[in-house]
């Protein structure tokens, strides 16, 4: 599929339109759009306020940290194989100290509190 970029420049009436610079921005933008591009050089933060929306993989060297003002606002949030009105949410509670949780090097099902019952009660322990 190809890309399409436009660019849309604003100009103040009496100046002078150098159109060696609109191509030069221009050219830059596609350059950095259709490559690989760096937000930040190595070591320092870059900040994005409002909705950063990655549309295919988000690879993240070191980690993820979520920081908000109220921990129901810090969550991770699947959409699922249906784009729809249901999603999978997964949150932490409000940490008094450093918490570290591991899941285990194997496949299966993460089983949760509400059907711990359930398991117990039809174990081969009864």
């Not at 932490?92 to 019952?117: E, F, K, M, Q």
């Amino acid at each position: 599929m190809a890309t399409t970029l436009a660019v849309t420049n604003t100009f103040v009436a009496g100046s002078a339109i150098v159109a060696a610079q609109v191509n030069t921005n221009f050219s830059d933008i596609v350059t950095w759009a259709t490559t690989t591009p760096n937000l930040s050089v190595s070591g320092s933060n870059t900040t994005i306020k409002g909705t950063l929306t990655v549309d295919e993989v988000l690879i993240a060297s070191d980690g993820v940290q979520l920081n908000a003002a109220s921990a129901t606002n810090q969550y991770v949030a699947w959409e699922g194989s249906s784009v729809d009105e249901f999603e999978t949410f997964l949150y932490a509670t409000n940490a008094t100290a450093d918490r570290s949780i591991y899941l285990p090097n194997a496949g299966g099902t993460v089983a949760l509190i509400d059907g711990a019952s359930n398991i117990l009660s039809n174990s081969v322990f009864n």
